[in-house]
C-alpha cells in the first residue's frame, strides 16, 4: 500500500505540472492562427491525468495481486509515520484546490490524482494499524486492491468526458434538438437550422446557428440577437455564438444539422 501510495504521489506531482503549465496556457491570447485560443489545452491535461490514472490503477492491482499470494513482512513503524505525513500534505493541497474543480475539468482531473492519494495514506494508516495489532498481512494488499478501484472510476469518468469535449460533442445540457425547441419557443423565431454546439473546454461552450426570424415581427436584429444570446446563456451556459438571422429560409431549412451530412 505503502508503495503504491508513492507512486501515486510522484503522479500527483506530475499531474499538477501538466495541469499548471494548461491553465497558463488557456490565460494566453487568442493568434491568427489559434483563433480560440489555448483553451483545449486544458482538455488535453486532463486526457493525459486521466490516461496516467488508468495506467497507475492497473500497476497498482498488479502488484496487490502479487503481493496477495506471497505477503512479506511489512515495517509498521515506517509505513505510519509515512502515511500520516502524506495525508496531511494532501488535505493541504485538496483545500488549495476546493472550490475550482467543479467547472474546470483539467482542475478536477489534477484533485482526482490528489483524492486518491489521500485515499491511499488513508488506507496505508489504517493497514498499518491492523498490521500492528493483528500481524494480518495481507490487509495491505486487499486495501492496495481498493485504492486501485476507487482511482480507476474516476479516472474513466475524467478520461470519457475528456474525450466527449475533444470529439467536440455537444454539452451535455445542450444536445442540439433540445436547444432548437427552446429557441423555438422564442416569439419572434419560426425556426433553427444548421445548428451546431460544441465545447472549446469544460467551462466554455460555443454554438453557430441559422435564425429564420418572423417578417412581422416589430424586433429590430440586435434586439433578437440579444434575446436569443440571453436566453442561451441562461438556460445553456452557452457564451459564444455565431448567429446568421433570415426572413427568408435557405435552401437547408428544416434541415437541423446540415452541414454535418
Not at 500500500?1 to 510522484?10: E, I, M, N, T, Y
Not at 486544458?42 to 492491482?61: D, H, K, P, T
Not at 474513466?156 to 434538438?177: F, G, Q
Not at 419572434?188 to 453557430?208: E, F, G, Q, R
Amino acid at each position: 500500500a505503502l508503495l503504491s501510495d508513492a507512486v501515486h504521489v510522484f503522479s500527483d506531482a506530475a499531474s499538477l505540472l501538466i495541469s499548471w503549465l494548461a491553465i497558463y496556457l488557456s490565460t494566453r491570447p487568442a493568434t491568427s492562427s489559434r483563433t480560440y485560443g489555448y483553451h483545449r489545452a486544458e482538455v488535453f491535461a486532463a486526457f493525459v491525468n486521466g490516461i496516467s490514472l488508468i495506467v497507475i490503477s492497473g500497476w497498482i492491482f498488479y502488484e496487490a495481486y502479487h503481493r496477495y499470494m506471497s505477503p512479506t513482512e511489512i515495517k509498521v513503524t515506517g509505513m505510519f509515520i509515512v502515511a500520516c505525513l502524506g495525508f496531511v500534505g494532501n488535505l493541504l493541497i485538496l483545500w488549495k484546490l476546493h472550490g475550482e474543480s467543479h467547472d474546470n475539468l483539467n482542475v478536477r482531473s489534477a484533485m482526482l490524482h490528489v483524492i486518491g492519494d489521500t485515499l491511499s495514506s488513508v488506507a496505508v494508516v489504517v493497514g498499518g494499524a491492523i498490521i500492528f495489532w493483528t500481524g494480518w498481512y495481507p490487509i495491505d494488499a486487499i486495501l492496495s486492491f481498493l485504492i486501485g478501484g476507487i482511482i480507476l472510476v474516476g479516472a474513466v469518468n475524467v478520461t470519457k468526458e475528456a474525450v466527449h469535449i475533444l470529439l467536440e460533442n455537444s454539452p451535455r445540457n445542450a444536445d442540439a434538438d433540445t436547444v432548437a425547441t427552446h429557441l423555438r419557443s422564442l416569439e419572434p423565431v419560426k425556426d433553427v437550422h444548421d445548428l451546431h454546439i460544441w465545447s472549446l473546454c469544460s467551462n466554455y461552450c460555443a454554438l453557430s446557428a441559422h435564425v429564420v426570424v418572423d417578417e412581422n415581427t416589430t424586433l429590430a436584429p440586435d434586439r433578437i440577437l440579444e434575446q436569443i444570446n440571453g436566453e442561451l446563456q441562461a438556460h445553456f451556459g452557452i457564451s459564444h455564438t455565431t448567429l446568421q438571422l433570415e426572413q427568408v429560409a435557405c435552401e437547408q431549412a428544416g434541415n437541423l444539422l446540415c452541414n454535418a451530412q
